[in-house]
């Protein structure tokens, strides 16, 4: 029997960068699977060194939906003082970091029952705080939805659970609506499977100086946002 944990990525800020290092800082238009586990690393207290644990997180399915496609953001920064190269001397560094701005994700983990169980307990009572990518960007909400552990497969999940979003306003809105704009959906598959598509973002390793991440396949696809989504919806995300 499968067994998933359902969470709420809600906050004004959310960085998800594939490609860190340098002056041009991207964010992928939803969460890469080395962002969720290092924020569940942090929530475990698990040191970037410990490979193994961090290799038990990877292993698990991620899902995720997009309950409100976020608005992407640049921030313009200027770091002064920055030793040069040769070390003779210092210089002003500028650099572009793009984020997203009012997000909403619902990310679904599957896998290892026991350690969502352990996630399930501590994920609200972090060891160390979380972040969505940077550390200014914290969550808005409990990160457990009403759903939290359960009984079923990730795949599932992605076209039942209760829509997240909050806002009385646009949950109106589109309950009045016969049209609805669906929701995007990204989950982890095999590499054989018709459509998937590669990303370099299955975290290796996260210890300073020796940051490596592997291949994974996803499968992009959407789900329509129906009136029991809508109805069911869960403005009191905390279980």
């Excluded at 079923?152 to 999940?157: E, S, T």
């Excluded at 646009?170 to 009045?176: A, F, I, L, P, T």
Aim: glycine share 6%; proline share 9%.
């Amino acid at each position: 029997m499968a067994t998933s944990l359902a969470l709420c990525f809600d906050a004004p800020m959310q960085s998800w960068g594939t490609r860190s290092p340098g002056t041009l800082r991207d964010t992928a238009a939803e969460p890469t699977k080395s962002g969720v586990v290092g924020l569940l690393a942090a929530a475990l207290g698990v040191h970037r060194d410990d490979h193994d644990a961090i290799a038990d997180l990877a292993a698990l399915t991620l899902a995720v939906r997009v309950d409100r496609e976020g608005i992407p953001e640049r921030d313009y920064h200027t770091t002064q003082n920055v030793p040069t190269t040769l070390g003779k001397g210092h210089r002003t560094v500028v650099s572009e970091r793009y984020y997203l701005a009012d997000a909403l994700f619902l990310v679904i983990l599957e896998g290892h029952p026991e350690l969502l169980q352990r996630l399930n307990h501590t994920i609200d009572s972090p060891r160390w705080p979380v972040f969505f990518g940077r550390r200014a960007f914290v969550p808005a909400r409990p990160l457990l939805t009403r759903t939290g552990l359960t009984h079923q497969p990730a795949l599932r999940l992605l076209h039942t659970h209760p829509w997240l979003e909050n806002d009385p306003d646009v949950r109106k809105s589109e309950s009045d609506k016969t049209e609805r704009v669906p929701l995007r959906t990204i989950i982890d598959c095999p590499a054989t499977t018709p459509g998937a598509v590669p990303r370099r973002d299955h975290p290796i390793s996260f210890t300073h100086g020796d940051r490596r991440h592997g291949l994974r396949h996803v499968l992009p696809a959407t789900t329509p946002l129906t009136d029991p989504m809508i109805s069911d919806g869960d403005q009191a995300p905390c279980s």
